[in-house]
């Protein structure tokens, strides 16, 4: 009989979307199939301790939805480099206690300290195989300034953007106007779900809008408002990617805010598939694969689209680890795509396998050494 893979769920983390992670996470482990997989939880607290449990996850409301619980009982843990592969060490046995060897992490992590390269150069640095893009992928793929610049060098469009930094000194509203027109976006350039967006008619709300986005990061980007349908589209794969079914996000509010996404069980419709024209669906699927490539992704993304009235495809973001809560997208659009939940983490766990396994092939030395 096979051994199962032992999978590392990492979630929560020193951010923002802490609580969306918790959320997620539960998803994810719900829908491992544990006849193949042994799940091994490793919570980030908002502290950055790790804690790790092997038990069955704890479930808490949060926000009037099922979350996984931080353990902060469990065993406070560090994922150390040590010999061929990295190993889990427990921190609090009176002597430092080796952990049963990873096969693979799945993180479920949102924003900085999790989505943006971080935690991807430390199991790097481990030799652990794990789920998503890679150090670069995932930090251009945070980075809206820098991710917009590369989409623009490809020749990929994308809102109009300008991008001001707290050393600078304050954006001017006037100016803003001039460029991009009123109303605007003011975000973070480093984090998502919505957190520290503002949608900006005039300036006293621009200037509001811009204390709220530097209290999120020193670095701050101002998007002209695009008129259109806000369109999603799942890529899944490492050297050869592919699409999903587009899908449509209907929101109830002014736009697709943290409340709409997580808190506002009505905050927004779903369209799954989208209702585009065949040659506007297949636009769709080739430009989030191209947007996929031109940023280095492997393993699984979302890119998020404009769509207007004539037509013209607009890339607004990339997810590098997109949602997977309840009401989550990309699971959503594999499953109208013909992959069910269970089946997609199937298939990301194997593409983290294999990326792995292809990586091992490469030479560390030069010469006969």
């Known amino acids: 009989m096979e051994s199962k893979i032992r999978v590392g769920v990492l979630f929560g983390g020193k951010s923002a979307e802490h609580e969306v992670s918790l959320q997620s996470a539960k998803n994810v482990v719900e829908a491992m199939d544990r006849e193949k997989y042994e799940v091994v939880l490793i919570g980030i607290g908002k502290d950055g301790r790790w804690h790790a449990s092997d038990a069955s996850p704890r479930l808490t409301a949060r926000d009037g939805a099922a979350a996984i619980a931080l353990n902060p009982e469990g065993s406070q843990v560090a994922l150390v480099p040590r010999g061929e592969r990295g190993e889990l060490v427990d921190l609090e046995a009176q002597r430092r206690r080796k952990l049963p060897e990873l096969d693979v992490v799945f993180p479920v992590l949102h924003g900085p300290m999790g989505e943006d390269g971080t935690v991807q150069g430390l199991l790097k640095l481990v030799n652990v195989p794990f789920v998503g893009a890679g150090v670069l992928g995932s930090a251009v793929g945070m980075d809206k300034d820098v991710m917009k610049r590369l989409l623009r060098e490809a020749g990929i469009p994308t809102p109009e953007f300008l991008v001001f930094r707290r050393a600078d000194g304050r954006p001017d509203a006037e100016n803003v106007t001039q460029v991009l027109g009123m109303p605007c976006f003011v975000k973070p350039a480093n984090l998502g779900s919505s957190v520290g967006i503002t949608k900006a008619h005039d300036a006293a709300e621009f200037d509001a809008a811009v204390d709220t986005a530097f209290a999120y990061d020193r670095k701050i980007i101002v998007e002209t408002a695009i008129e259109g349908r806000e369109i999603e589209c799942s890529v899944l794969g490492n050297d050869e990617p592919i699409a999903s079914v587009p899908g449509e996000i209907l929101p109830q509010h002014e736009f697709y805010s943290y409340e709409a996404k997580y808190l506002d069980e009505s905050g927004a419709g779903l369209e799954i598939p989208a209702n585009l024209p065949e040659d506007l669906t297949r636009e769709v699927q080739r430009v ?77 030395s030069f010469g006969n050494t």
């Open 288 to 364: 989030a694969v191209q947007t996929y490539q031109v940023l280095c992704c492997e393993g699984m993304a979302r890119v998020d689209c404009f769509v207007q009235e004539d037509g013209a495809v607009l890339v607004n973001e990339i997810n590098t680890i997109p949602g997977f809560t309840r009401i989550s997208m990309y699971p959503k659009l594999w499953e109208s795509s013909g992959i069910c939940y269970t089946e997609l983490i199937d298939r990301l766990i194997q593409l983290a396998l294999d990326r792995h396994a292809e990586e091992k092939k490469l030479k560390t």
